[in-house]
């Protein structure tokens, strides 16, 4: 199983990105899904995640900006980004989550704000 993001790119402040991630070779359903991000000389940050049941989280730093969703039929999450700031820019990272546990990761997508 591969999880391939895509969407990332350079943005002016205020702007938004819409970010994906899909899940290929993969016929189990999913549990959580999420993004995290991290900037470079900082801590990894959770952004936001979603359930199989479609409740969401997300960190303080996002919330009424980012939206998260998901179709379960195509095994993809996505991250609506929207009034971006500069400090918004990191890699971001996919995961998703089985329901016996096993993470996924995807590669990376980088967001870049600038102000």
């Known amino acids: 199983v591969q999880l391939q993001a895509s969407g990332g790119g350079l943005v002016q402040a205020g702007g938004s990105l819409r970010l994906s991630c899909a899940a290929s070779g993969s016929t189990f359903s999913m549990n959580v899904m999420g993004w995290y991000r991290q900037a470079p000389g900082k801590q990894r940050e959770l952004v936001a995640t979603?359930?199989?049941?479609?409740?969401?989280n997300y960190a303080d730093s996002v919330k009424g900006r980012f939206i998260i969703s998901r179709d379960n039929a195509k095994n993809t999450v996505y991250l609506q980004m929207n009034s971006l700031k500069s400090a918004d820019t990191a890699a971001y990272f996919c995961?998703?989550?089985?329901?016996?546990?096993?993470?996924?990761w995807g590669q990376g997508t980088q967001v870049t704000v600038s102000s």
């Open positions: 979603i359930t199989s049941d479609g409740t969401t």
């Open positions: 995961y998703m989550t089985r329901f016996d546990a096993y993470v996924y």
